[in-house]
T-cell receptor, first 111, second 114 residues
Framework: GDSVTQTEGQVALSEEDFLTIHCNYS??????LFWYVQYPGEGPQFLFR?????EKGSSRGFEATYDKGTTSFHLRKASVQESDSAVYYC??????????FGTGTSLLVDP | NAGVIQTPRHKVTGKGQEATLWCEPI?????VFWYRQTIVQGLEFLTY????????DSGMPKERFSAQMPNQSHSTLKIQSTQPQDSAVYLC????????????FGPGTRLTVL
């Protein structure tokens, strides 16, 4: 079945540091790839998506590029802020509707 | 746009009791989803409705769990004879249509089974 792997369970950074959260996927067909962000007490919020190889998705300074060759969709941000502290989920969408989520990466940014 | 509304936000039940969770999707959205979130299992898909019709319930435990969407403005998730392992945050999401993967999530209902 479909699966998403996020290797970092927790990431601790200081403000203005560069962020990378790794995401690799395994799926049949040609899934769409997503990043969602979740703040305490809230549901996940859509950040952005990419639907085809080499497409870059971006929002709020975050970006990721769909790489079919390495089956990856790594999240990056050049300069993080304290307000970016949250849990980030990589997800894939297949069958037209079903989202399969990774285990999430908790980002803590010190001011 | 009020977003997806879920009630109650917190529910505590005793083992063996029934729990009903409510979801009001965003107006105009034809797809409604239920997910379960736990520390151990993470975010798990439970079931999906499109235009109120059940399409996929492959993530639902076969016994004790049921979901309905009697009209376009609300969906319910019912858990009969609740067990401690049912304790989780239950999330409802909606999207504009099939294939419109941008799913908007509600804040969730935290269910605690004692």
């Amino acid at each position: 079945g479909d699966s998403v792997t996020q290797t970092e369970g927790q990431v601790a950074l200081s403000e203005e540091d560069f962020l990378t959260i790794h995401c690799n996927y395994s799926a049949s067909g040609y899934p769409a790839l997503f990043w969602y962000v979740q703040y305490p007490g809230e549901g996940p919020q859509f950040l952005f998506r990419a639907s085809r190889d080499k497409e870059k998705g971006s929002s709020r300074g975050f970006e990721a590029t769909y790489d079919k060759g390495t089956t990856s969709f790594h999240l990056r941000k050049a300069s993080v802020q304290e307000s970016d502290s949250a849990v980030y989920y990589c997800a894939l969408g297949n069958m037209g509707y079903k989202l399969t989520f990774g285990t999430g990466t908790s980002l803590l940014v010190d001011p | 746009n009020a977003g997806v509304i879920q009630t109650p936000r917190h529910k505590v039940t005793g083992k063996g009791q029934e729990a009903t969770l409510w979801c009001e999707p965003i107006s105009g959205h034809s797809a409604v989803f239920w997910y379960r979130q736990t520390i151990v299992q993470g975010l798990e898909f439970l079931t999906y409705f499109r235009n109120q019709a059940p399409i996929d319930d492959s993530g639902m435990p076969k016994e004790r769990f049921s979901a309905q969407m009697p009209n376009q403005s609300h969906s319910t998730l019912k858990i009969q004879s609740t067990q401690p392992q049912d304790s989780a945050v239950y999330l409802c999401a909606s999207s504009l249509d099939w294939g419109a993967y941008e799913q908007y999530f509600g804040p969730g209902t935290r269910l605690t089974v004692l």
